[in-house]
């Protein structure tokens, strides 16, 4: 079992960045596959990032690649999302996710309960 748990969303200008963490309690989050995806108001949710438990393979949605970077670090049982040159369309409430496979897709055991990040204009 793994609890994930958010935090460092909040309100940013266009251009700006922050730095999303998501800290992760349970044994074997070394072991654990790890993937942020986001849920903009009256969208559905959709795959930002992922990154393997050894951290060798991170892959990107088109629309962050370049601007965005996962990271984890298993010694803190965390994963990060730097967020560089915010654009009011990556407002949404990002959540990060636990699993076996570093999915695109949804296909993780474990779920946080999400950080909204707005991004003003």
């Known amino acids: 079992q793994v609890r994930l748990v958010e935090s460092g969303g909040g309100l940013v200008q266009a251009g700006d960045s922050l730095r999303l963490s998501c800290a992760a309690s349970g044994r074997t989050f070394s072991r654990t596959a790890m993937g942020w995806f986001r849920q903009g108001s009256g969208k559905e949710r959709e795959f930002v990032a992922s990154i393997t438990w050894a951290g060798s393979i991170r892959n990107y949605a088109g629309s962050v690649k370049g601007r965005f970077t996962i990271s984890r670090d298993n010694a803190k049982n965390t994963v990060y999302l730097q967020m560089n040159s915010l654009k009011p369309e990556d407002t949404a409430v990002y959540y990060c996710?636990?699993?076996?496979?570093?999915?695109?897709?949804?296909?993780?055991?474990?779920w946080g309960q999400g950080t909204q990040v707005t991004v003003s204009s």
């Open positions: 996710a636990g699993g076996s496979v570093a999915s695109t897709s949804s296909d993780y055991d474990y």
